[in-house]
């Protein structure tokens, strides 16, 4: 089974984060791989990473970080894939400065941006953008997003047998 998600970050630091992509992707029973590579420590893995994955299978690369987070941007520089940006919490800007670092991209070079610490919408969004000519991945992305309406539709049926003495 080859992956299809690429999920990177900076360093293991910021695993506590990514994971939640990892879950999401393993739920959905989508093939992923998990790696830490960085802009400033490792420049030349990313450049070789970034320009191979689409000759590896990969259809979506979703790459954490915090602080300076160069790394989507690098990422993005050297592939075709498309790449979602994870800003992480982490600086004593509270992951603003990476949020604005991934956003700010030159033309020619988009990286969406999801949530600081968004990786679960990260893989959402990777989820949706393979969907798009995939029909049995289409209908995974249906049936979770049915799933979260239930949920919502079960919370106000509890919240419905709540009894206050002002509560109409």
């Known amino acids: 089974m080859n992956p299809l998600v690429s999920i990177i970050m900076g360093s293991t630091s910021d695993l506590p984060v990514m994971e939640k992509a990892c879950q999401f992707l ?3 029973e989508i093939p992923f791989e998990v790696n830490a590579l960085s802009a400033h420590r490792t420049p030349a893995e990313v450049s070789e990473f970034a320009r191979n994955a689409h000759q590896r299978g990969i259809q979506v690369i979703i790459a954490g970080a915090g602080m300076a987070a160069a790394l989507p941007g690098v990422i993005a520089a050297e592939t075709p894939l498309p790449v979602i940006g994870v800003p992480i919490k982490g600086s004593v800007l509270e992951g603003l400065d990476a ?3 991934i956003m700010q991209m030159p033309p020619g070079i988009p990286v ?3 949530a600081i610490n968004g990786a679960q919408n990260a893989a959402v969004l990777a989820l949706q953008i393979m969907a798009v000519n995939n029909p049995a991945l289409q209908a995974k992305v249906i049936a979770y997003k049915q799933g979260l309406k239930k949920k919502i539709v079960k919370a106000n049926e509890e919240l419905a047998q709540l009894e206050y003495k002002y509560k109409v």
């Open 26 to 28: 393993e739920e959905m």
């Open 112 to 114: 969406a941006t999801v």
């Open 99 to 101: 949020t604005f670092a």
